[in-house]
């Protein structure tokens, strides 16, 4: 059978593929900054409880994130607040469409505002967030459910802890389980599901070639 000597182009030259990353980049800046000006009350965020929790605002918040040239406006990003089952299936329907740059500075952009704002509840969308194939989306994702002491999450922080190809994503799963093994030992966390999470942390602790920063913040978390 012969074999063709058609050798592949390349879908984007290398000076196109240098703008991307330069506008991925500004993007990522901008939104950076926009949450610093919404931490320093610089922008309102008084937005009314019906105007952007439908599932028509969900759709057309999914819709401004995938196109890449559109302009992101930080406040919409509220819509993923709070998220009903019917909008968390939309989101979780168009998550991957999304550029992984934008993925990447929506999530980053709401776990930094909930460090502040009590009111802001992410839980659906960070649950989604977790299973991103871009590993900073996960590690934010983790970062953001660190008092979400839930059963629903052991299995999936498990799986993170355990298998997961980037070590930082596995550093702070580590770190946060700490929480469930406190929740634990005061008796707010079921028993069963806490000595699960403490045998996850033990073998990564005893597991010499588990990187050591992994088994340092396994450690940490056991002596809660």
Known sequence: MQQSNDVPQPDSTPSEMEETSFAQRQEA????????????????????????????????LMQELIAPTAPLQPEHL?????????????????????????????????????????????GRILRIALHDDDADVRRDAVRGLWEDISADLVGPLLHLLNSDTDLRVREVTAEILGAYVLAGEIDEFDDAL???????????????????HVRRRALESMAY
Do not use: C, K, M
């Open 78 to 122: 509220l819509a993923l607040s709070d998220l009903s089952r019917r909008d968390a299936a939309i989101v979780q329907r168009d998550w991957p469409l999304i550029p992984t740059e934008r993925r990447r500075a929506a999530v980053a952009y709401l776990v930094e505002l909930a460090e502040d704002d009590l009111h802001l509840e992410l």
């Open 29 to 60: 800046a901008r939104l950076e900054a926009l949450a610093d000006a919404w931490l320093g009350g610089e922008i309102s965020g008084d937005l009314g409880a019906d105007e952007r929790t439908d599932a028509a605002a969900v759709e057309a």
């Open 194 to 212: 806490a000595f699960r999470i403490e045998e996850a942390l033990l073998a990564v602790i005893t597991d010499e070639n588990a990187p050591l």
